[in-house]
């Protein structure tokens, strides 16, 4: 199998989802599945591999080149595994909504691209994916109509720009080189200097930084996240912004290299620091806003902003193990941000859409697997032990700890003490505490939702466990980029530092648990009451009057509130109404008068005389 | 000789449509179609023979500079094969859409406008452009008011009115033009243009280029245009949108290069196409009428084309050439589509066109196509145009052209927005009222799905377009090359 | 008679004063008459352009003269064409004028603004 006929594959079977689609949904849904799981197979057998196709096919006379290494491969697996347990889970979630073909299709174009991304071996192809990719989420993000529209419209414009500076940092390389294939320019962009390159990768900053959704441009994230169909919620946070990241990595250090982008510097401020921080801001600032979300989509996107920090903070450190600790938590925040969307999707699919975490409570009992899969989800946000999301925090951890960076690694510990507390309001406002009375008879999940939602939970744990597996590959590409080599076994990283090894971890997870199940044995049972009882006396009051989730975190809102406005979408925003109000005032020149017409032709014929006569050259 | 067909047959056949329907009524509307079939096939045929070397067909047996002859090069036969394409595809638009007023007018005022846009992209003599320039605008003028109603009578006169202020500045042009050399023959001006510095050479140029941009819509000269646009019959739209502008930026190309060539006025006319595309987004982003948006939306493009053309380089006028391609086959779509999209909810305003995608699915893809395109999103054509223009501006690695390639993105992004918005509005909205839609009829769908075809294929394969682009190129650039093929 | 360049500066005037009437007058039908002497004082320029001071009509049948005593014959065609066109778009004008006030009842072009921004 060549790439090519892979990316073909994909394509063609996102293309053709609207053939069966007409016969029956049944065949289109089996077709759907098919071709995803095609594709995941099909990723599955370049493991390893490196492959450097320069296709026959040319664009614009420019040759096209699809490449694979540990790299692309690492993305892809995570792309094309999201991607299948999306499709799985929308199996259910979009049964009886309108428009399925059209869903189903851009799911898999969606998928397509970014494989096509990943696997691009120059800056058009990249590109031209890239952008297929944009159009392509705008228009499923805005499927759900509503307050949809606008996120939509947020995110396209955004991502516009983002394309905009990318295709001007793509074409001056190609002035400069005359290529665009990602090999011959990263041996010759050596050469270049360092205004140029600053240049170039201010501009791919901003590419990638609005795709990765980095503080300051990350406004689109919340409202797209939020209003998009859940399972695409799940491959939206899980993967597609991740696209950025790899963008991040191709840029720093496939093109330009690590040691080229550490030296670039304005007085003494270094880009690199610069990166840095604005990872750190990321991380501190979108999480504690998070925190006060009551939405559980807005809540788990403001968090995907968060997480993003800790994954541009590794990759910008540069130390080999930053650099693994930023990848291997792009593959975990797909998992553990995947499986929570897919927990409040199922949530909404069974409450008809609600998941205002006000109004939600106690659905521990009426959606069990549902909860083990939030469960495990919010372990691995917040980096337990035993879970993947541990490994690559505390290797980020441990980079900036090593390096003596106090700050950052302040702001890395910040970040996770908001996500605990955020995670402890969303999985007691959903799973724990009461159920209300409106829900006494909610089903399970089913069955095609749980599957996702299981093997999910299933690769958090294992990654969590084994380690190894993963960093191997991400050990593999490390090395690639000139860093220094990991030490990967299969429980962990050996270093001379200190060695991850998490049988150790494993142990004293499965002690403590063992000692607090001990102290709940023996201690006295708790007592099930009504809300009646503990609020009113036993007298009659209006039900779900009275639910203690509401405004969870009250007094914290009071104190913080004021200071976690979101100044960058209200700049935003008043960009937006100036750029309309411009519109309005500009359009006045066409004043409806035939004779001011005549006078703007005599006026410019005018101009012209007078610019020669004044401005001789 | 068969050069001249190109231009004999149209011109045949709107003299000869009162003939036609003495005979029978309905025979009408079949006659653009013939004429178009006809020319496209007659492009397309001489198209690889002219690649090689220019053909010159001379008009009433005096060879050039003296007599009137037609120039049948790259350019002239590849802007003629797309004036035939989408104006085939319009007139079989036209067959089904124009069911009211002097039927047989139209297609005999539609066949003239056609032939006007042929031979002027085809002509080698000043006058003959000015003429047939003339026979274009006059038939517009007349089509934009087909429909007798106020805003298509009104557009028209304020058209008409520019439009002759234009023409008055063209023709005071030719005449200091022909007053210096004593000819009209526009290789033998170019050949004397490089001897003489007078400042009536740069009146002549202004002049010139003024009047020929009232017709391509540069910035300040296209107020016609979004009134115009928006009031005409859709099928009018369409084609004033895809091909009359089109001439206007040809004739302005033809001047500022083949003839001139003055490389000072390229900046000069670069910043007015800048300005164009800046103003013309801006406006259509804050239209709720959505035929006068996509009217702006023309006025963007087509800063955005002479913005290529004036970075005057062979890949500058190549980019440039392959956006105006894209621009007509998409903006001929949009028109098209959203002429049935009008029809069908009764209203132009964007919100009564909500959630009309799920009624009309085939005009609606195709509109969403063609938006797309036009924003320059990969795999359509409008992306391999964009790519080229970014590409060639870049090339000369300067910094001001960095900085005006951002102020293009600028724009894009504002362009990008209103069609999103047009797109979202189309499927994403819930319709306020239930109505029961008539059916498209096949004779608007299936131009329109030729044309959404046309822009995949190229988008795709844009590859096939290359060489083409790159000789008409080098016919407006090469002063020396245009002269030689002329003059011998 | 004059020196040639004063027909220039008449044909200019003319231009000019046609200029100003389409600029100042309100009237839609004095804009198209300030049209009409706008393009005559340009076809007078064409005519200039070929004028030759004291040549006559170039016309061969006569037994005297030869072509340098004739005026240049080009500018004229050209002038019968443009004059063509002229008429052909001062028609077009006034009927839509006429229709134009059908619909609006008034030839203001101050009031007849329905199509703006």
Known sequence: MTLGLLLIVAFGGALLVYLPGKISSKLRDVWAVLVALAVLLGTATFYGKSVHDALSYQFLGLPLVLRTNDLSWFFAIAISGVGSFSIIFSLSYIKNRERTDFYYSLMLLINASMLGIVFAGDLLSFYVFWEIMSWATFLLISYNRGNALPAGMKYIVMSMTGSAAYLVAALSLYAKYSTLTFSAISTQITTASPGFTSFILILGFMVFGIKNALVPFHTWLPDAHSEAPSPFSAVLSGILIKMGTYGFILFLYVLVGFHQFSQLAWKAVSLQSVLCWLGAITIVIPTFIALMQDDAKRLLAWHSIGQIGYIILGIAYGTSLGVAGGAFHVLNHATFKALLFLCVGAVEYRTGGVRDLNSLGGLMRRMPITFIGALIGAFGIIGMPLTNGFVSKWLIYKTLILNQDPFLAFAALLGTWGTLLSFYKFLHNIFLGQLPEKYKDLKKAPTSMQIPILLYSGIIVLFGVLPGIPLKIIAGFVTSFGLTPLNVNLWGIVSETGTLNTINLSMAVVSAFFAAWVVFAFSRRSVPTTAQDTYAAGASIPRDKYQYSVEFYNPLYRMMGRYLRDVVDEFYGWLARVTQMTGEIVRRLYTGDARDYVLYIVLIVAASIGLKIWWPT | MVAVLLIIVPLGLAFAMPLFNFVSKRIAAYLPIAAMVCNLILSILLLPSVMENTRIVILGGLPPPLGIHLVAGPLGVGLSGLISLVGLAVSIYAWGYIKQGAQDKYHALYLLLLSGATGAVLTGDLFNLFVFYEILCISSYALVAYLGDRNGVESAVKYLIQGSVGSGLILVGIAILYGMFGTLNMAQIAIHIDNVDSPALFLALVLLVTGFGVEAAIFPLNAWLPDAHSSAPSSISAILSGIAIKVGIYAVARVLFTIFGVAVVFQYVLLLGLATLLIGEICAFSQDNIKRMLAYSSVGQVGLIVFAMCIATPDGVGAGLLQLVSHALSKAVLFLGVGYLVARSGSMSLSSLNGIGKRMPVVCFACVVAAFSLVGLPPFVGFAGKFLIVRAALAGKSIFFTVLIGIVFLATVVEGAYFFRMVQTLYFKDAKRQIEYKKVPASASIPIMALVVFIVALGVYPDVLLPYLKSAAADLLNKAGYIKEVLG | ?117
């Not at chain 3, 200029?19 to 009237?27: A, D, E, R, S």
Request: glycine share 10%; with cysteine.
């Open chain 3, 1 to 117: 008679m004059f020196h040639q360049s004063t027909y220039f500066v008449g044909c200019v005037g003319l231009m000019i004063v046609g200029l100003y009437t389409m600029l100042t007058k309100k009237n839609l039908i004095k804009v198209i008459i300030g049209l009409s002497l706008f393009e005559t004082g340009i076809y007078l320029l064409l005519v200039v352009v070929g004028y030759i001071q004291g040549a006559t009509a170039p016309i061969f049948s006569r037994t005297t003269g030869s072509p340098a005593e004739m005026v240049d014959p080009t500018p004229q065609a050209l002038v019968l064409t443009a004059i063509v066109i002229g008429v052909a778009v001062l028609a077009l004008a006034l009927s839509l004028t006429i229709r134009l006030h059908e619909h609006y009842g008034t030839l203001n072009l101050r009031k007849i603004r329905g199509l703006k921004w």
